[in-house]
């Protein structure tokens, strides 16, 4: 069975001038002990995704539509509380800045020990053994004395170290990983993304990671999906969509970065910027981007179909041959 | 005249740059608590050339002090040492001169973030504007209105946007707008600091081609500071490496990317993920960045390095001139690597 599964999940913000509609549509599952990556670029809907699954889409954002099932039990209808206790217990949370995500005026140990504790049925002095365990785990020297520093008395990466150790002080099952790497310096961020991948292994626990770095995504991750303008364009086995992309876009997508192992005299651009949500062009939402545009791009939405060893959103694999004639 | 067997003339030309900043607390706490002075050595003895119509990059993690060497070479700081020279002339006694505005007219600069380097309350046409007219390049209305909307289409935007504002385009748009102020005095040399960082992946492969457009096509020398190997790779010619405000390594793009000398140019580059080696596990490297206030003794690098020695430890080593790369690095000079 899925750890995580997502349906037709639809996001949107009621506004004065109509709705938005931040994600259309997404569908897509996480296996256990899976590393799936999202990687898109700016308001393509990645932390939306992530917010709707910990449930904490900020209003008057909603979901009005599909669901989110966690280990077959939906999640997305449950009331704060309910998502409090599934919150930490059983999905992990990192986000991009791990200075805004530790409280300031309390020691790290006492976090931790609070969130054992709130967690888990283990008493304090239990609780007190544990986090020093997760500290050391997350490659903390001096564990023990650390516990009574204040977050200010790390830096970055062992900051985004103690943030890791919170994340799997429930034992979730399933890690929401949100741009963990990017407030990092390149040597930190190796660090950090071994470290991620390795705890999550023992751990067992399945992540999504959110990133825009597709080398991180293509170093950590078992499949990945990538999105444009609030929906999936491609979803498939990671070296497949990086090497083999079948959506026009992942294919611009790739070829935009700059590999640091080839020379290019000019990287490949995809003309134009992403639509804004209030004016998502009809059919396909990258049509008028796409150098393969054809009639039937412009007049019906594609949804996820076959395409190679992935799935991607594009009429290029429709079923039928020429879908537009 | 030069002798023609001799290298082609730098046109910037930096010798033994540095910068210190005084982060010492008031004079109060000094004196009742007996704090010492802190003194930031934010750029230690930098020495670089530009040849006309090539690019130099800096690379290196934040705290390295390569936004410094920057702001000291469009004047924005006085260097605490050393010279930065342009086509010979020394660039900071120059400014103080009456001639100082030409010189300022020749070297422009291109910043990191688009959303803060353009003033929100004024249209495009005034933003690119003003420094045609600070410089009293164009006088009457109708051809500044001209000026502008060729510099805006020189960078691929329409001159019907020079009435909009700045929030009326997105950070892709808005960098073409920096790139577009920028070019408006025809400089000859372009100080671009992390132009593209704050932009997302296809959006910077079209500034990045845009600036290698306008590079051709212009002749333009830029000094281009970045923290993503990958993008350096793509736009320089020669590579400077920085770790806590010194050069460690400076070599042609393709001597540094095929055989990195210095132990830290080979740990960014093994700290990069790749994209084309999937599921391959790196090593990754032990160690942060020390605080810039109190930096390691000898070479700043040694206590993360892996081929420190007890000279490393207490001997700062000098920058060696090689052939194809300079490179300050005991391990090297004693061919232990």
């Known amino acids: 069975m899925n750890l995580l599964q997502v349906k037709n999940l639809v996001v949107e913000f009621p506004g004065r001038r109509g709705t938005l509609r931040a994600l259309d549509d997404i569908s897509f599952a996480i296996a256990p002990g899976e590393i799936l990556g999202i990687v898109g670029e700016s308001g393509a809907g990645k932390s939306l995704t992530s917010a709707a699954i910990i449930g904490l889409l900020e209003s008057p954002g909603r979901i009005s539509g599909g669901q989110i099932l966690l280990e077959g039990e939906r999640i997305d209808n449950l009331d704060d509380a309910q998502m409090r206790r599934i919150r930490g217990r059983r999905i992990g949370a990192i986000f991009q800045d791990p200075l805004t995500s530790l409280n300031p005026l309390y020691t790290v140990g006492r976090q931790l020990v609070e969130t054992i504790q709130t967690h888990l049925p283990v008493n304090a002095q239990e609780a007190r053994q544990r986090a020093i365990a997760l500290l050391q785990e997350t490659g903390i020297a001096a564990a023990e004395q650390r516990m009574e520093h204040y977050p200010h008395q790390f830096s970055g990466g062992m900051r985004q170290r103690v943030v890791i150790a919170l994340a799997l002080a429930g034992e979730p099952k399933l890690i929401v990983a949100d741009e963990p790497t990017t407030a990092l310096d390149v040597s930190i961020q190796a660090q950090i993304i071994t470290l991620l991948k390795s705890v999550c292994k023992k751990h067992g626990a399945a992540v999504m990671l959110i990133t825009h770095d597709m080398g991180v995504i293509a170093e950590t991750c078992d499949r990945v999906a990538v999105m444009y303008a609030g929906r999936i364009a491609e979803i498939g086995p990671v070296h497949e969509v990086i090497n083999r992309p079948s959506h026009p876009y992942s294919e611009g997508l790739m070829a935009a970065i700059p590999d640091i192992t080839v020379d290019r005299e000019r990287l490949n651009q995809i003309d134009g910027a992403m639509p804004r949500l209030d004016a998502i062009p009809k059919g396909c939402a990258f049509n008028p981007r796409c150098p393969k545009v054809f009639d039937r791009c412009r007049q019906e939405r594609p949804d996820l179909m076959p395409a190679q060893a992935s799935q991607a959103a594009c009429w290029l694999h429709a079923p039928q041959v020429g879908g537009a004639a | ?337």
């Open chain 2, 1 to 337: 005249m030069s002798a023609p067997s001799e290298k082609p003339k730098a046109m910037v030309s930096a010798r033994d740059l540095a910068k210190t900043f005084d982060v010492s607390p008031p004079w109060l706490n000094r004196v009742l608590e007996g704090k010492p002075r802190l003194m930031l050595h934010a750029v230690d003895g930098v020495s670089f050339d530009i040849e006309k119509g090539k690019t130099l990059a800096l690379v290196g993690e934040s705290g390295c002090g390569k936004s410094t060497v920057a702001r000291l070479l469009v004047g924005l700081y006085e260097p605490t040492r050393g010279t930065f020279s342009f086509e010979g002339q020394d660039v900071h006694a120059t400014l103080e001169t009456p001639q100082g505005k030409s010189l300022r007219r020749r070297i422009q600069m291109i910043f990191q973030d688009p959303y803060a380097s353009l003033n929100p309350r004024w249209t495009v046409e005034d933003i690119i504007g003003e420094p045609l007219k600070e410089h009293g390049l164009i006088k009457d209305s109708a051809a500044l209105h001209a000026r502008v909307g060729d510099l805006l289409q020189s960078v691929g935007l329409s001159a019907k946007d020079m009435v909009k504002y700045p929030h009326q385009f997105s950070g892709g748009q808005r960098q073409r707008i920096s790139i577009a102020r920028a070019l408006g005095t025809e400089p000859e040399f372009l100080v671009c600091d992390e132009p593209t960082s704050a932009l997302d992946v296809s959006v910077q492969a079209q500034v990045l081609n845009i600036m290698k457009d306008l590079q051709q096509s212009r002749g333009l020398t830029y000094l281009f500071i970045s923290h993503n190997l990958a993008v350096v790779r793509h736009v320089a010619d020669q590579v400077g490496v920085m770790y806590l405000g010194r050069l460690v390594e400076l070599a042609d793009k393709h001597a540094l990317f095929a055989t990195p000398r210095h132990p830290y140019t080979r740990m960014l580059l093994d700290a990069i993920p790749k994209m084309h080696a999937t599921g391959q596990a790196r090593t990754p490297v032990s160690g942060e960045v020390p605080n810039p206030l109190s930096p390691p003794s000898g070479c700043a690098f040694h206590p993360r390095c892996p081929h420190a020695n007890a000279r490393c430890a207490s001997e700062r080593p000098i920058t060696m001139h090689l052939p194809t790369v300079q490179v300050a690095c005991h391990a090297v000079e004693e061919g232990r690597i």
